[in-house]
């Protein structure tokens, strides 16, 4: 069964970062894809950046060069979220799953920033 587990978030204030964490677990294949996705208040939850191992990274303009997708080299089903420089409009709930066809979400974790 397919689990996602995200952690990391909190409060913290504009210009301050936080690493997410995923776990990706329960899948027949091994995964070498993950996307990060954002619903801020009152929003859908859409699609804020992407990796492919081997196949590159892809980030939305919103948090190019702020943040950026890694994958823990001792363990495969882990990846995380560096995000730095956080603005008042990064707050969200923020979800891991696959990059693309996306599906059994995890619960998220929330992200605050306040000024």
């Known amino acids: 069964q397919v689990r996602l587990v995200e952690s990391g978030g909190g409060l913290v204030q504009a210009g301050e970062s936080l690493t997410l964490s995923c776990e990706m677990s329960g899948y027949i294949f091994r995964i070498n894809d993950v996307g990060w996705y954002r619903q801020a208040p009152g929003a859908r939850r859409e699609k804020i950046a992407h990796?492919?191992?081997?196949?590159?990274?892809?980030y939305t303009d919103a948090v190019k060069g702020r943040f950026t997708i890694s994958r823990d080299n001792a363990d495969e089903e882990k990846w995380y979220l560096q995000m730095d420089n956080l603005k008042l409009e990064d707050t969200g709930v923020y979800y891991c799953n696959r990059a693309f066809a996306p599906s059994d979400w995890g619960q998220g974790t929330q992200v605050t920033v306040s000024s």
């Open positions: 990796m492919i191992v081997g196949g590159g990274t892809m």
